[in-house]
């Protein structure tokens, strides 16, 4: 099965400080068997990954890479790559664009040329393994691993991992890593998938193609020690390959052919292509649409935006300008309304069981004064009180919003 790369959508203004968790001595062997782990899984799968087999534990090997393609000069970022007739910045990834283009290209002949109704049983099932694993990449490798925005307990933790298999995106570390580095250098050559470069880029483009020099070279300043650390993530990734077969495709696939007697042509395209590849898109809109358009009520000079039908799909991840500001919120927004951020009433739901705790939350007077301070008057109660042209910005350009 081809390694379709994961994706990723955002990583922490304040990433360093907030993340680390540090390593108790103890653990730097398994780290380090982990990291081999991480570095034999990722060459042979040909993840997404911080291209060159480097490695966060490898400055030589970057720092080879970068000689081997011109050295971290700008005739490095100049030079073009030339497929079709057609100029790209960097080297396409020929593997993850065939298996993206192909998966996407089965799932519309299927719905839309040669779909014969499916059960309905069937469309409810993938309505609800889309919404299991969109679960656990938005509550799991999002809000928990990246951002570190509220604490689980073992089962919690496990369960999310599962959830997070379903997904079939990319490796948790991969993709925390990503993300982290997303929100550390939002919108510059070294944000994995800048929203700069255009939508299809931001969307899907930046997983075809090799990362952009500096998002190696300063990737490498973000602290994934506690990532390295969780022995959840360590067993997911020692069974990452079996996990996603299973979880993502072969028992969403077979449930619908043993339980309600579902033609198996009709399943296989139903859960493994068009559940899949729609679950992909919701993803990706995050970083494309929710990077673009809508509202900036919490801070107007950043690209991430409130955009409603991408908290729709997302299970609550669309409310972007919000959560590029507090990236520590559990809630990914300022409201934790069930028909928008179906991420965060599961979440309160694990709360009231105890499995998850310490829940991060700005103040109310925080987000007040940052809306006013800060946002682009669009905010429904505070917007009103104190528009952007009232606002002596240069006085609280060096103020830190993020604690
Ligand atoms: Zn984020
Ligand atoms: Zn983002």
Sequence with gaps: MTQLATMTMMAGTTADGHYANGLANGDKKSVNKFYETVNDSEDTLNNNNYEGKSRLNSKKSDQSEYDRRGG????????????????????????????????????????????????????????????IGGFGVTAGAHRLWSHRSYKAKTPLRVLLALCFSVAGQNTLYDWTRDHRVHHK???????????????????VGWLMMRKHPDVIRKGNQVDMSDILADPVV???????????????????????IYFWNEEWLISIFTLSFIRYVFALNFTWLVNS??????????????????????????????????????????????????????????????????????LKEPSKELIRKTIERHGDGSHSKHGERCMPDEVPMEADENSNLIE
Excluded at 110 to 119: C, E, G, M
Excluded at 236 to 246: A, G, I, S
Excluded at 318 to 330: A, L, Q, R, S
Aim: with cysteine; hydrophobic share 45%.
């Design 289 to 358: 649409a929710a990077h673009m358009w809508g509202n900036r009520p919490f801070d107007r000079k950043i690209n991430p935006a409130e955009n409603l039908s991408v908290s729709i799909v997302s299970m609550g991840e669309g409310w972007h300008n919000y959560h590029h500001t507090f990236p520590w919120d559990y809630k990914a927004a300022e409201i934790g309304d069930f028909r928008y951020n179906l991420t965060t009433t599961f979440l309160n739901l694990f709360a009231k069981i105890g499995w998850a705790y310490d």
């Design 234 to 256: 360590q067993w997911h990734q020692k069974y990452f390959v079996t996990l996603k077969l299973l979880l993502c495709f072969l028992i969403p696939t077979a449930v619908p």
């Design 72 to 131: 971290d000069s700008a005739t490095s970022d100049e030079k073009d790559y030339i497929y079709f007739g057609i100029k790209f910045k960097q080297p396409l990834k020929v593997v993850n664009a065939i298996s993206i283009i192909g998966f996407h290209l089965v799932s519309l002949y299927a719905f839309v040329l040669n779909f014969r109704s499916p059960h309905f049983l069937t469309v409810l099932w993938a309505f609800l393994v889309g919404g």
């Design 185 to 203: 250098f939002s919108e510059t050559d070294a944000d994995p998938h800048n929203s700069n470069r255009g939508f299809f880029f931001a969307h």
